[in-house]
Structure formats: structure tokens, C-alpha cells
């Protein structure tokens, strides 16, 4: 196995170290304090609060090298400090460039996933399934930006079989400008619906963005594309090895492979079964959007000749990570965690799911939507009047954006409850949900509503 050394960054960056052994293996790499480890090098990154006003910090917790700007290692005073310190022109720039030349290094196929909704979840199966057969990599948690891509290129070695790379963008042209640096053999383009608006504007240039992994995909790899999707199907045109996959034949015109599910049909855990090349697939994980990724793994993995044996058995006992559709069963109650993080389409879908699952009532815990830029009102308000549609018994909605969606729910049906914020609804909990209650609770990342969750425990453990 080969990994990154401190002498190959050397090397490939044209910095110095000569007192750091350059033999020694460059990972695992940190740049958060907070989390580093004895043992692992700190990239001093400027970004929000400057790197490089915690190198004390990492020497202290036992970094072995760090990785600074190098005007900042020629005005380090001490020589201690001096010793562990590699220095570079710029240490973002120097991150991305280290990566892409590692990148070149590793000459096996590499999966890119991106999308507006499901990316982690589809690339964690995807990953789960090929290790049936294959040495795979795959990006750690969401590592999937313009730092974490780099830093999951530089965590393979060059001896595994294949990799898995999620790639996210929250502005116009971020995915052409990740796949530069991981040049994608094959691609995956989970969804195309209204995310991260603020960054993007309209839904044409999400589309667009998302699209130009598929323009990266080699002339030997696949464009792996849900055919549902009528987005993804025109951003995948021009692709001359496409295999699609949905619940339905394959649309008029398609020129590709295709993999198509039937039968699919919900427990009363809203765990989904279907049927597969005459097979049924079963799956741990509740709602329609788990049966999408569960399919979307399932071609990427017979794609690559995994035997569909060991694929409906690695299917069957996949779990969602915290956050993401976890199913938390409680002494009285049932909570859908789906707190991750939230958009219009990601919402409707959780709350699908939620009408999915039996119970006394159906509890909807829904707080603010961000990124949404000038579209936020009005999609909070879509959201509000589109709750009736849904099997729903209560809906509360959390946060000053959500009193919109509330306003406009309460217009359609009775029991529907704002509360300004997380602190004020954790302390009133008791009252609004009930033994025998099923709550699902999703909102974006900054509403911090995995408090709720914990509140939850805490009441009905």
C-alpha cells in the first residue's frame, strides 16, 4: 500500500523540511484543531478563522508536521516550531494542487456522485456494496467541497480497486471545478431540484452545475443517471455510455443500459421492498427516497459485476447514519432523526416518508429551509400549503422562516403549531408530542434540530 509521504509532498510542492523525516507518511491530515490527533499533520488553512493562529494548538496535541504558509515559518521565532513546519506559497492552493498530482497517481476507476439531495447516503451504499468484491475508497462522512474533496484524494492509497468521491456545490460551476481535481472515470447524478438557490440562482444553473460531472465522465466509464429525472436525463445527453435506473421503463429515446425496479411496496416501518431482475431487494431504511439510493447502488454495484446475492444481502443490512432517515425506536414513541439537513425536495420527501410509517399520530418537526436566497418565502409558504397532501396528523413548524409555512398551512388544516426557535420548543416538548407518537424531525444543518432528537430521548427514553 502507498500513501502520500512528507518527502513526496516535498517534492511535489517544492518545499523544504529537513528536519522531518521524509519517508514518513504525509496522513492523516487535520485542519481542525478540535479533532486532531496525535500523530496526524495540520494543514493550516485560511478560511474563516486563520489556521494558522492554532499551529500551537496542534503542536500541543501532538501533530507530527504542519503544513503553513511559509512567510509564517520564516516569522516563527522558535526553532521547535520551525522543525515540524513545511512551508508553502499559499496552503489552500498548495492542498488542491497536491491532491490533483496524487489524483494522477491512483489509476483506478473513481466513481464521482453528486446531486441535489441523497449524495452521502447513495455514495455510503454505493461504497458498502462494492466492498463486497473490491478494495474501495470512498469520501469520509460529507467531505465533498473545494477542502474535502482534496483531502479524501489524499487519504487513498494506489493500490485499491476503485473509489467513491461525493462531490457537493452550493455555487454556479463548483462541480466542473472538483472534477478538475478528481477526474471522475464514471458519474452518478443523484437528483436536480432547487438547492443552495442563494449560491445558484435559478434551477437551470443547478441543473447545469450538477450536469458537468457527467461531462467529465471518461469515454470507457458509465454515466450512471435516474431516468425518473427528466433533469438529469438532458444533462446526461451527450454521454456515449449511459445505464439508467428508475421504478419504470426507461423514457422514450433512451439510448443507454437500464435497470428498472417494480413492485415496490412499504412495511409498516415505511421500509421498502421491490422487485430486481426478478428478485426482491429489502431494505432497512424507511421511505421512497431510501428505495432510490437502494436502486442507484444496486446498478452501480451489478454495473461492476458485484454478485446480486451478496448486493441484496449488503442491502438489507445497511443503516442510515445519524441524521439521515435514522429510525430511533423509543419506549413510546418512534422518531424519524432526519435533522441533517433540509430543501424543498428533501422535505417533501421526509415527510412522505413520514405518512409512510404507522402510528397513532404523524408528528412533522419541520424547521427552516436556508440557502434559498430570494426564494426562501415563497417556498416556505409552497411547503405550508403542501402538508395537507400529505398522511400528517400535526405539523410544527420551528424557526422565523417556517411561521411562513405555518401561516399557510393553518389555511388547510387545523392542528398546525410555530415555535420561534430550538431552545423554546425543546423545553415544551411534552406538550405537543404524545406516547405513541411517530415524529420526524428534519430541518438545514444550522437550525440545529438533532437537539430535538436529543430532547426526544431524554423525554421517551
Not at 126 to 153: D, E, K, M, S, Y
Request: charged share 20%; with cysteine; net charge negative.
Amino acid at each position: 500500500m502507498t500513501l502520500p509521504t512528507i518527502g513526496w509532498l516535498c517534492d511535489t510542492l517544492g518545499a523544504d523540511a529537513p528536519d522531518l523525516p521524509h519517508d514518513m507518511p504525509l496522513g492523516p491530515i487535520s485542519i481542525d484543531t478540535r479533532t486532531i490527533k496525535a500523530g496526524d499533520t495540520f494543514w493550516a488553512l485560511r478560511a474563516q478563522r486563520d489556521g494558522h493562529d492554532f499551529v500551537p494548538d496542534a503542536l500541543e496535541r501532538g501533530a507530527k508536521a504542519i503544513v503553513v504558509d511559509a512567510n509564517r515559518k520564516r516569522s516563527s521565532a522558535a526553532q521547535s516550531l520551525r522543525a515540524r513546519m513545511i512551508g508553502v506559497r499559499d496552503t489552500t492552493a498548495a492542498l488542491t494542487h497536491a491532491a490533483g498530482v496524487w489524483r494522477s497517481r491512483c489509476t483506478y476507476p473513481f466513481i464521482g456522485i453528486t446531486g441535489s439531495n441523497g449524495k452521502t447516503s447513495t455514495k455510503d451504499l454505493i461504497v458498502h456494496l462494492l466492498a463486497v468484491r473490491f478494495r474501495v475508497g470512498g469520501t469520509t462522512g460529507n467531505l465533498n467541497n473545494q477542502i474535502g474533496v482534496p483531502l479524501t484524494l489524499l487519504a487513498f492509497p494506489t493500490d485499491l480497486d476503485m473509489a467513491v468521491v461525493e462531490m457537493g456545490a452550493s455555487y454556479t460551476g463548483e462541480i466542473g471545478e472538483l472534477c478538475e481535481i478528481c477526474r471522475p472515470t464514471h458519474g452518478l447524478v443523484t437528483s436536480i431540484s432547487s438547492a443552495h438557490l442563494e449560491g445558484f440562482g435559478s434551477i437551470e444553473a443547478v441543473a447545469e452545475t450538477k450536469g458537468q460531472l457527467y461531462d467529465y465522465v471518461s469515454d470507457q466509464g458509465f454515466a450512471f443517471v435516474p431516468t425518473d429525472d427528466s433533469l438529469c436525463v438532458i444533462q446526461s445527453s451527450a454521454c456515449t455510455a449511459k445505464i439508467g435506473y428508475a421504478f419504470s421503463p426507461a423514457p422514450e429515446n433512451w439510448t443507454g443500459g437500464h435497470f428498472a425496479a417494480s413492485e415496490l411496496k412499504y412495511d409498516r416501518l415505511g421500509r421498502a421492498q421491490f422487485t430486481f431482475d426478478q428478485q426482491s431487494v429489502e431494505i432497512g431504511i424507511p421511505g421512497q427516497a431510501a428505495a432510490l439510493t437502494a436502486l442507484a447502488a444496486l446498478t452501480v454495484a451489478r454495473s461492476f459485476d458485484v454478485p446480486f446475492t451478496d448486493c441484496v444481502h449488503a442491502i438489507s443490512e445497511h443503516r442510515s447514519a445519524r441524521g439521515r432517515l435514522d429510525v430511533i425506536r423509543l419506549n413510546d414513541i418512534t422518531v424519524i432523526d432526519d435533522s441533517y439537513n433540509a430543501n424543498p425536495a428533501s422535505m417533501r420527501a421526509a415527510v412522505h416518508t413520514l405518512s409512510l410509517v404507522h402510528g397513532q399520530r404523524r408528528v412533522a418537526i419541520l424547521g427552516d429551509m436556508l440557502e434559498l436566497g430570494s426564494f426562501a418565502e415563497r417556498e416556505h409558504q409552497r411547503l405550508g400549503e403542501d402538508i395537507a397532501s400529505y398522511s400528517v396528523d400535526v405539523a410544527i413548524f420551528v424557526g422565523p422562516l417556517s411561521k411562513l409555512a405555518a401561516e399557510a398551512a393553518l389555511q388547510v388544516r387545523a392542528k398546525v403549531h410555530w415555535i420561534e426557535n430550538t431552545a423554546d420548543f425543546e423545553g415544551g416538548i411534552e406538550d405537543l408530542v404524545k406516547c405513541g407518537d411517530v415524529v420526524l424531525v428534519k430541518a438545514s444543518r444550522g437550525m440545529t434540530m438533532e437537539r430535538i432528537v436529543d430532547r426526544l430521548k431524554q423525554v421517551f427514553h
